[in-house]
């Protein structure tokens, strides 16, 4: 694929692999490969549905915004489908991939709040870091140029862009020192603080309010964003 060498992408992964803070494969953090879920998606032709009046919380990319996900226009599939694929159990901590679609491929999510006890995504990966990884820190760097910059070098296709395991588990992500782990924690955790507002606002059909919390948040990531990438580059040493 020649977008794999456009120089773009490569004068960006090249300033990571450069970076003053040490850098390595995401899978290098992990010591099986239990923490990386591919997902599947509802399937019309083995009797599943999706839509509002069936029982199982059902994510998917449509609901991603970037500063968190819409809790609030979650949508809903078959219990089947949910039998099928309760692999796909999504639970709060998890950073959700989209790895499918012209539009999904290279967006994330962090998940702050806690899904319901049945609850399964659909296109979508799942990257469950536990203790092994901060997912604060993984979202963050997916957002950032770093990141983006690998996603746009490896997801291929023509009509429908595609990110395989072996490329998510082969992203070169930073190994902060705990004192800007904890720094980039602290402020994402107040992106979320407007962005649940903002959902909260949204339910009420307060469109004002939603409005403005939501540019909050998006603030403060933007900010936090453009911090971390200064400390990738030696240009700070912390995001506060």
């Excluded at 060498?5 to 899978?27: A, C, G, N, R, T």
């Excluded at 599939?77 to 950073?95: E, I, L, T």
Aim: aromatic fraction near 14%; include cysteine.
């Amino acid at each position: 694929d020649i977008n794999y060498y456009l120089p773009q992408w490569d004068d960006l992964i090249s300033e990571l692999k450069h970076s003053v803070i040490e850098v390595k494969f995401l899978k290098e953090f992990f010591e099986d490969n239990d923490w990386l879920i591919a997902t599947d998606h509802i399937r019309a032709s083995r009797g599943e549905h999706e839509g509002h009046k069936y029982p199982i919380e059902y994510y998917s990319p449509a609901g991603f915004n970037f500063t968190g996900y819409d809790i609030y226009n979650i949508p809903r599939c078959s219990k089947n489908a949910y039998d099928r694929m309760v692999r796909a159990q999504v639970y709060q901590y998890d950073v959700l991939l989209g790895g499918f679609g012209m539009g999904p491929t290279g967006k994330s999510v962090l998940l702050l709040h806690k899904p319901a006890d049945k609850a399964i995504v659909g296109n979508i990966f799942i990257i469950r870091t536990g203790t092994n990884y901060n997912p604060f820190i993984l979202d963050t760097f997916f957002k950032c140029k770093y990141g983006q910059a690998q996603f746009n070098r490896y997801k291929t296709g023509v009509a429908f862009n595609s990110l395989s395991n072996d490329e998510i588990r082969y992203l070169l992500v930073p190994n902060f020192p705990a004192k800007i782990e904890n720094q980039i924690e602290v402020e994402y955790k107040k992106v979320y603080l407007y962005h649940d507002k903002a959902m909260e606002a949204k339910a009420k059909g307060d469109q004002a309010g939603h409005r403005i919390n939501i540019e909050t948040a998006e603030a403060i990531l933007k900010d936090l964003i453009a911090k971390t990438e200064a400390v990738i580059r030696g240009e700070r040493e912390d995001v506060v």
